[in-house]
Nanobody, 122 residues
Framework: QVQLVESGGGLVQTGGSLRLSCAAS?????MGWYRQAPGKQRELVAA????????NYLDSVKGRFTFSRDNARNTVYLQMNSLKPEDTAVYYC??????????????????WGQGTQVTVSS
């Protein structure tokens, strides 16, 4: 069983930065961050393999967001820079997803965090 606890969300102005953290208990493999905005479907933001050697990003966040992991601490991070109002959403950490280099073939894993709200004001 894996439990995930997210932190780091908040309110920031356009162009600002936030860093999300997801601390895990249990064995975690490939990891991901998803987000869901009001009235929209949940979408994959970024995924990383167990060793951190491969990452996959939503096109609209490439060059602005960085997904990293510290396996010694069993924690993953999402550094979000140059934030835009369209990044506003609840962000969810996801564990043990099925990774693919093809963004559209990534499949969520069975474990989810509680979500953390990110709000970007214009």
């Amino acid at each position: 069983q894996v439990q995930l606890v997210e932190s780091g969300g908040g309110l920031v102005q356009t162009g600002g930065s936030l860093r999300l953290s997801c601390a895990a208990s249990g064995s975690i493999l490939n990891m991901g961050w998803y987000r869901q905005a009001p009235g929209k479907q949940r979408e994959l933001v970024a995924a990383v393999t167990i060793g951190g050697g491969s990452t996959n990003y939503l096109d609209s966040v490439k060059g602005r967001f960085t997904f990293s992991r510290d396996n010694a601490r069993n924690t993953v991070y999402l550094q979000m820079n140059s934030l835009k109002p369209e990044d506003t959403a609840v962000y969810y950490c996801n564990a043990n997803l099925v990774y693919s280099e093809n963004y559209y073939r990534v499949r969520p894993g069975p474990y989810w965090g509680q979500g953390t709200q990110v709000t970007v004001s214009s």
